[in-house]
């Protein structure tokens, strides 16, 4: 038998003590996230679930960060386009997009939003895209707030990303953007990169180029609404235990989660802050919560006022 | 500043000196193996890479298991058809199968081993089609060694991931079988559910019925060859640090994970054990080597003999 003695200071660093959920104002919503996780995480209760079955997910656009006025992913696809060698494909769409001020891109119709991902997200590889990415993140500075996209994300779900996974939580991001955009930011944010889920272009390898995974341009479809359930069975393979979402886009996602044979978590970010960020809980170019709001009350799905739930908005 | 005395007495299990490797040979897998991982999780050596990039990825099919006859997936929808409702589909199909034993499955066309699938993998509940593959796992024994398939997975492989995994690796199982089937045994092998990739049917899911995901009878295509890297990016996002397979349809990913700038790790897994196991390393119905041998001392691969670097085959 061996025989140790440890001696351990443990300083009492901020993080001991503190509330974990500081930038939260002390009501229903915060106390409602608290009580689950508590129950959840506490061994012994009825309410336990084992660390393999506790998975979180999070849109990314509107729940994580500021989504308004246009999606990080077609601001970053217009100013990459601008600056990749030209091509005879993208002369037409680059026209449109220069007709247009930053901050009008949702203006663009469907087809040419489709259109600008397949060619501003296209690169010979991962590394090439995610770095440009990564360069548009911190230096491109948002029309309204002065600031990188890096800076424009919500403290209030950075510290509640950090508490699950302190409670055991394997978290996912799962948005509509594509999964190189989304990486190039996720482990910002606490989310590994290969907890992120979400659309992509077509991939291209081959034994005489073996060290690179290309993209084409070719988008593969968007990961909304059914389909963020549908990608979530194929990778994750578990039925969440909470979701976090902002959009109706979300709801089918949040479904999911909450109608299980256990007990689930979903939750609303309402964007109803004009003063410190934006007002359009009920539609925008960006996000529509209308049905959302509707079913809320019915299904036990929390909202999350912005306004009211939130003392602190971005990152320090 | 807070102050604890914490006295530990840790009984000298046999894990804590033991060799975690003690089911391999002391040859030359074995050492190359244990070196590539030493260095690149001892900090402050050149070769030292974050925990962060440190991906393992595994073939499932002879790689981790016993594959022959028949792949696993094969036999167990063979199985499993014959317990579903009657479907005038499966009519066809099921007389062919029916005319072949078991352990001659592969004669199967590659279109009707596709249907087989389709139809034997479907179902309204990823509980319901996993659920039924753990029976089969458990309780239908393999027709030469007379054991369920949760016995007839390779030992030194288990101690290799298990070995990985406390060494700060994430490991992820790479597979042409639908990550349905994969689940039912990842995780008793040390993979988590959501570290399963592999290939899949169609998924359907409404609002109407929320809390399940079912599996409509199409299959989207096989995970194999460059198709296995198009996933690991798309999946992953990280070229994997160590990659095992044990055919020429790993070889792709082989040579995906070692052909960056990073130097990585390679190695296949050598059926030449008819005492033991099989002896099909140049050829067979479930898997050929033979362009992998070729190419593996060109490329630095190791190749892993199960007769002569394996000390104990299956788990005990």
Not at 38 to 60: L, N
Not at 63 to 74: K, R
Not at 280 to 289: F, H, I, K, N, Q
Request: glycine share 8%; charged share 30%; proline share 6%.
């Amino acid at each position: 038998m061996r025989f140790f003695v440890v001696v351990l200071w443990l300083f009492s660093a901020p993080s001991f003590a503190a509330d974990p959920l500081s930038s939260w104002t002390d009501g229903d919503a915060k106390r409602s996230i608290v009580s689950f996780v508590r129950s959840a995480t506490t061994p012994g209760g009825q309410a336990f679930v084992e660390p393999a079955d506790r998975v979180a997910v999070f849109d990314y656009d509107g729940t994580l960060a500021v989504e308004a006025p246009v999606y990080g992913q077609v601001a970053f696809c217009a100013w990459r386009l601008e600056r990749l060698p030209p091509a005879p494909r993208a002369e037409a769409l680059l026209r449109k997009v220069r007709a247009l001020a930053a901050e009008r891109l949702y203006e663009l119709s469907d087809e040419d939003t489709v259109e600008l991902w397949a060619l501003g997200l296209a690169g010979p590889s991962a590394e090439q895209v995610q770095g440009d990415a990564r360069i548009w993140l911190q230096d491109e500075l948002h029309p309204r707030f002065g600031e990188p996209r890096t800076k424009l994300v919500y403290q209030p779900m950075l510290e509640l990303i950090r508490w699950l996974k302190s409670r055991g939580f394997k978290v996912f991001m799962v948005t509509g953007s594509t999964v190189d955009f989304a990486r190039a930011i996720s482990e910002d944010l606490g989310v590994p990169r290969e907890n992120v889920i979400g659309s992509s272009l077509r991939r291209r390898w081959s034994d005489e180029r073996p060290s690179e995974v290309a993209r084409e341009s070719e988008f593969e479809g968007l990961t909304d609404k059914d389909r963020k359930v549908l990608e979530i069975d194929r990778r994750i393979g578990r039925r969440p235990l909470m979701a976090f979402g902002n959009s109706d886009g979300d709801l089918a996602m949040l479904a999911y989660a909450t109608a299980g044979p256990r007990p689930g978590f979903g939750a609303l970010v309402r964007h109803d802050d004009g003063l410190r960020e934006y007002e359009y809980d009920r539609g925008s170019p960006v996000g529509a919560l209308a049905r959302g709001l509707e079913l809320a009350p019915a299904r036990g799905w929390k909202v999350i006022s912005m306004k009211s739930d939130w003392k602190r908005l971005f990152r320090p």
